[in-house]
């Protein structure tokens, strides 16, 4: 069973820095198949990265990913007042078919 | 627009049943593989279960695998999910997906590009 954890669970910064998160999985995962959500408090989650650099439609350049095998990493260049939020890491393909990290919570310092 | 809207949550007593309904509107449901994905007060996203377009293939969490049944009826754009024999963990905000898989059978290759679409979430609540 692939388990897929997040680092730091808490990221406190200030708008303006670059944020780094880390999503690391216990067995290698497909870059194909490693994607990445943003949800803010009371919303659903929106997808933002697929194919582990990839952004989804409408995602700002300034959210990009990257990683292979079992590290895998998100960074938002220059964090904007509406980037305060939670983000998840999500594998497909193994079992189990679909697996979601713990979450990072990206915070105002 | 593309949209999916749940409905079906509420109250029940541990032991209990509820469906859950995804109603989608805005692309060809039949194209796309489904999925349920519940967030536990508090906590973080759980896959529960997912269903291929057709609805040949469907795939459970362990969580959940022998109570919950994912269905769909593609003549009415619309996800299921009976929930039976539920448990105080099973407490969450359910959420319906579109996921947006590709297979290519011919070059045995499958494209993955995520949960593109998700509902508001309908809240279930399991307690005495």
């Known amino acids: 069973e692939i388990v897929l954890t997040q680092s730091p669970g808490t990221l406190s910064l200030s708008p303006g820095e670059r944020a780094t998160l880390s999503c690391r999985a216990s067995?290698?995962?497909?870059?194909?198949?490693l994607a990445w959500y943003q949800q803010k408090p009371g919303q659903a989650p929106r997808l933002l990265i697929y194919?582990?650099?990839s952004r989804a439609t409408g995602i700002p350049d300034r959210f990009s990913g990257s990683g292979s095998g079992t590290d895998f990493t998100l960074t938002i260049s220059r964090l904007e007042p509406e980037d305060f939020a939670v983000y998840y890491c999500?594998?497909?393909?193994?079992?189990?078919?679909?697996?979601f990290g713990q979450g990072t919570k990206v915070e105002i310092k | 627009e593309v949209q999916l809207l749940e409905s079906g949550g509420g109250l029940v007593q541990p032991g209990g049943s509820l469906r859950l309904s995804c109603a989608a509107s805005?692309?060809?449901?039949?194209?796309?593989?489904m999925s349920w994905v519940r967030q536990a007060p508090g906590k973080g996203l759980e896959w529960v279960s997912a269903?291929?377009?057709?609805?040949?293939?469907?795939y459970y969490a362990d969580s959940v695998k022998g109570r919950f049944t994912i269905s769909r009826d593609n003549s009415k754009n619309t996800l299921y999910l009976q929930m039976n024999s539920l448990r105080a963990e099973d407490t969450a905000v359910y959420y319906c997906?579109?996921?947006?898989?590709?297979?290519?059978?011919?070059?045995?290759?499958?494209?993955?590009?995520?949960?593109?679409?998700w509902g508001q979430g309908t809240t279930v609540t399991v307690s005495s």
């Open positions: 997906a579109k996921e947006n898989i590709v297979v290519v059978p011919a070059a045995m290759v499958t494209y993955y590009y995520g949960m593109d679409v």
């Open positions: 805005g692309f060809t449901f039949s194209s796309y593989a």
């Open positions: 269903i291929s377009g057709s609805g040949g293939s469907t």
């Open positions: 067995q290698s995962v497909s870059s194909s198949y």
């Open positions: 194919g582990a650099s």
């Open positions: 999500q594998q497909y393909g193994s079992s189990p078919r679909w697996t």
